[in-house]
């Protein structure tokens, strides 16, 4: 690297830490404030909504970082030219094409971050979230049953507890459940406990009973018992599930034992291959997003009246961009023989830049001016 690269890369990162940072905290804000209802309402406390909200940092990151290279790039290229430092660059021979490559090195940079958080952070933080959700709902169930009054999880089931002992029995317990029309349950047990397991929270029913009611004739049995297990999970509405899911696993477990992947997640090898290659393919939007800005702005001549003009450009050219991005990803998740389509974004604003900066370097001509009248 020359003082060259040296120095338009120190630019580019200084002013990519800003963005970065404030575009982090507005899309890590808006999240927060719909965990925090959410979770504030099931009455979570203070931590619990800051642990979530941290699970949901990596994701957010991921998302920003190629927003955030583009805005750097544009933001520096256009102090540059303000203050006659990028004029000085070009007077002295160098060329568009050299003024690039440093933007390349900046966009491989944060192209390798994104790698990282694709590849092992975010998958990461989502099946930690998954698993604390499970935790959370697996609370929320145990915090509806409150002794000394009826308590209804859902239109179906209902739930009695005369009194809670200081070791958490539940002493006169009674459940009605009706979510099967033909044939609805009513327990009662002297005593019950609330265990975890690896489904879910599970009651124990001691000494009770359960009446049977058949709707279809009216009739209504009985039995006895002296310990009776009852999934507890069926008390809330929304029980998340401990079974991974795709974007939730880190890519080496993913290509390491894609068999025992197929089968916990009960998806193809295709699928596999595309969330994998999908996450090799994200990355590739941030040195193009860099690219495109600083090509944008190199193209024109110089006008008193500043760069505004490329600027939207570059932003029409980037929400073009990300619009072919989303339509790609849509067209391999319906059809994965079609897998190649993931390339098209990067490709296609690879070509925008360098047809946008081989322009800036076509010779200009230089309009002449018309003798003013009555000289000659």
Not at 113 to 141: D, Y
Not at 293 to 304: C, D, I, Q
């Amino acid at each position: 690297m020359t003082r060259l690269d040296r120095y338009l890369l120190s630019q580019f990162m200084a002013i990519f830490g800003f963005f970065a940072l404030v575009l982090v905290s507005i899309y890590w804000v808006n999240q927060a404030v719909r965990l925090f209802d959410q979770l504030i309402s099931d009455g979570q406390t203070a931590l619990v909504v800051l642990e979530f909200t941290a699970l949901t940092l990596p994701y957010v990151i991921r998302v920003v970082l190629p927003i955030a290279a583009f805005a750097a790039t544009v933001y520096a290229i256009n102090r540059l030219s303000s203050e006659s430092e990028l004029v000085a660059m070009q007077a002295a021979g160098t060329s568009p094409w050299r003024l690039a490559r440093p933007v390349v090195m900046f966009g491989v940079i944060v192209a390798l971050l994104m790698l990282v958080l694709t590849n092992f952070l975010v998958p990461k933080a989502r099946e930690r979230l998954a698993i604390r959700q499970e935790q959370v709902a697996e609370n929320i169930t145990a915090s509806l049953l409150t002794p000394g009054r009826f308590q209804h999880p859902s239109d179906d089931i209902s739930v009695y507890i005369r009194q809670i002992s200081d070791r958490g029995e539940f002493l006169d317990f009674y459940l009605w459940d009706s979510r099967n029309p033909e044939n609805r349950m009513s327990y009662l047990a002297k005593k019950a406990v609330i265990i975890r397991s690896d489904t879910g929270p599970k009651l124990i029913m001691f000494d009770g009973s359960v009446q049977s009611l058949r709707t279809q004739d009216g009739r209504l049995s009985l039995t006895k018992f002296s310990n009776l297990t009852y999934d507890l999970g069926n008390l809330t509405k929304n029980v998340s599930s401990l079974t991974r899911s795709l974007d939730s696993i880190p890519t080496p477990e993913l290509l390491g034992d894609p068999q025992s992947i197929m089968a916990e997640t009960e998806t193809t090898q295709g699928a596999i291959w595309l969330e994998v290659l999908g996450r090799q393919t994200q990355p590739l939007l941030a040195p193009v997003a860099a690219l495109i800005g600083f090509a944008a702005l190199m193209v024109g001549s110089f006008s008193r009246f500043g760069v505004w003009r490329q600027i939207a450009l570059s932003v029409v050219l980037l929400v073009f961009i990300q619009v072919l991005s989303n339509v790609t990803e849509g067209i391999a998740a319906s059809n994965g023989a079609r897998w190649p389509v993931l390339f098209a974004p990067s490709g296609i604003g690879t070509v925008i830049a360098i047809v946008l900066i081989w322009w800036s370097t076509r010779p200009r001509r230089v309009r002449k001016l018309k003798p003013a009248g009555g000289l000659t």
